[in-house]
């Protein structure tokens, strides 16, 4: 295939087949191709569904000509987490205990985007239960960072960032508990949003924290988040933390720029040794832009991150553990090594002390909530710097050392992962931008003006 | 938590965890205190109508 197929965006691709001078036939053999030729050593995708994907690009491409045009995700060719739920489509979130596990229903989600026209073309590597790795013990091995393989991918959409760092798909569906959209993101260099907590529905996918997770887009661009985005968000009963909300188009104020915004910066989340010196370089030189951009950025009085990650890890392994209680008991050998050795801390937590995180969660929110009444987004650095060495990677390492991305999950704000620089060692470096919650369309609009300002987000990595 | 009462508390859960593996969980547990001892001096609501003498 043509390199220039493989990173198109969603938004120039739609274009082109609108007009139909792009064939969704074309496109999407062109990526089972490309897959079949560079994804032997990266280990993005578990399951491809090339005839399913076939079947889909004619009917999208049958639909079009006539007449029948859907909208911007019509014949484009995505992917999926395999947390996600596809019916008759093998999904196994990485367990050796769910080797054999297909799945009667589509997700809310993938239902969505399949109505939009959207193409599959696989399920993608996922670490166990959305919580381990990156071990070489569980079912599916890490996926390999393109831009080092001996670097981590990031976790726990491991596989998503891969392979649209890749160019083997042009968008996919990742869930984010602690940073698993955005930590894979920054490490990949590719752009991922999690919404706010309750716009899109998380029936159908395997849960890990039922208060914490989110399910969101991960594309190659922040428009093309928003186009995904539009698709996702809506209402579902099938999930209890789902919010009715007014419609909104997330892509309507993507060329607004930056002028006038008020940018915050978390200095606090920037602290306590959690991002290393090139991260904060990034970070620092991200905020010079939107100054030039027009807007007004200062620093704000936010909590610790260490608050932020006390009430996250607390609530995880509580919520987490509940799910694994039973099976952790009858074969916790079964599970890989990391997700046994950090779901195994459950029963270490009291009742209380779950009541009590709660409770810090609702004091952080608040406090939360008062700062931003001095600005628009939160402008903080995007992981613990570039990739580290995979080996490296201990079983409670972001224990240890605490996550910049686990604020906007206890918080339940909208964080968009962007790359915003590049590391001595060639390795991506990434920002986040942060809103009030329900404020999703802010943060796309702040991140496509700053993507519109620069090149970071076109950098690809050194795969044929 | 000493390594005896680590070894209680996985087996009151019903955990059966191998010998090998006791070292690092025991890491684990200790970094997972940390936090649960902030807690005891974190900024929390008080409960509704607790003081309240009306």
């Known amino acids: 295939m043509s390199d220039p197929l493989a990173y198109l965006s969603i ?112 399920k993608l590597e996922t670490t166990e239960f959305c919580y381990g790795g990156p071990s070489d013990d569980s079912l599916s091995p890490p996926a390999r960072n393109p ?79 928003a186009i995904l985005l539009n698709a996702l968000a809506g209402h579902d009963a099938a999930d209890p933390g789902s919010i009715a909300r007014p419609a909104v188009d997330y892509t309507a104020d993507l060329g607004a720029g930056a002028k006038g915004l008020r940018v915050g910066l978390a200095g606090a989340l920037a602290g306590e040794d959690a991002v290393s010196a090139d991260g904060i370089a990034a970070y620092r030189a991200a905020a010079e832009t939107f100054r030039d951009l027009g807007a007004t950025v200062h620093e704000i009085d936010l909590p610790s991150l260490t608050d932020f990650a006390t009430a996250q890890i607390v609530i995880t392994l509580v919520e987490g553990y509940a799910i694994h209680e039973k099976d952790l008991q009858a074969r916790r050998a079964d599970y890989s090594y990391h997700s046994r050795m950090r779901l195994s801390l459950g029963p270490f937590i009291r009742a209380v002390d779950y ?57 339940g704000v909208p964080a968009l992962g962007f790359p915003a620089g590049m590391s001595e060692d060639g390795l991506p470096l990434a920002v986040q931008l942060m809103s009030k919650r329900f404020d999703d369309a802010l943060v796309l609009r702040a991140g496509a003006a700053f993507q519109a300002t620069t090149d970071w987000h076109k950098a690809r990595p050194p795969v044929s | 938590m000493t390594p005896d009462e680590i070894d209680q508390t996985f087996r009151d859960a019903g955990l059966s965890v191998p010998a090998e593996e006791r070292a690092t969980m025991a890491d684990g547990v200790a970094i997972l205190l940390k936090f649960i001892a902030r807690l005891d001096d974190a900024p929390i609501a008080a409960a509704p109508g607790k003081d309240d003498a009306s």
């Open chain 1, 11 to 122: 938004a120039e691709a739609a274009s082109q087949i609108k007009a139909g001078t792009l064939s969704p036939v074309d496109l999407t053999e062109a990526m089972i191709a490309r897959r079949g030729a560079i994804d032997g050593a990266l280990g993005s995708f578990v399951t491809p569904t090339d005839e399913v994907a076939r079947a889909a690009a004619k009917t999208a491409e049958t639909e079009i000509a006539a007449g029948q045009y859907r909208g911007p995700l019509h014949g484009i060719p995505v992917a999926l987490k395999e947390a996600f739920d596809t019916a008759g489509i093998r999904t196994t979130v990485g367990s050796k205990l769910l080797r054999d596990r297909v799945p009667e229903t589509d997700a809310t989600a993938w239902a969505r985007l399949r109505d939009a026209g959207a193409v599959l073309l696989g």
């Open chain 1, 147 to 225: 831009w080092n393989a001996e670097c981590y991918a990031g976790g726990s959409s491991s596989g998503a960032g891969v392979s649209l760092a890749s160019g083997l798909a042009m968008g996919a569906l990742g869930t984010d508990t602690g940073g698993s959209i955005r930590l894979p993101a920054a490490y990949c260099g590719i752009t991922g949003l999690m919404p706010s907590y309750g716009l899109v529905s998380r029936a159908g996918v395997f849960p890990l924290s039922s208060t914490l997770d989110h399910v969101g887009p991960m594309a190659r661009t922040v428009e093309d988040c």
């Open chain 1, 355 to 411: 009541a009590r995180a709660l409770q810090l969660r609702d004091k952080l929110i608040a406090d939360y909530n008062a700062a931003m009444a001095e600005v628009d987004v939160v402008l903080a650095p995007g992981a613990p710097g570039p990739a580290p060495k995979a080996a490296g990677v201990g079983a409670f390492q972001f224990f240890s050392k605490p996550l910049v991305t686990m604020a906007a999950n206890v918080l």
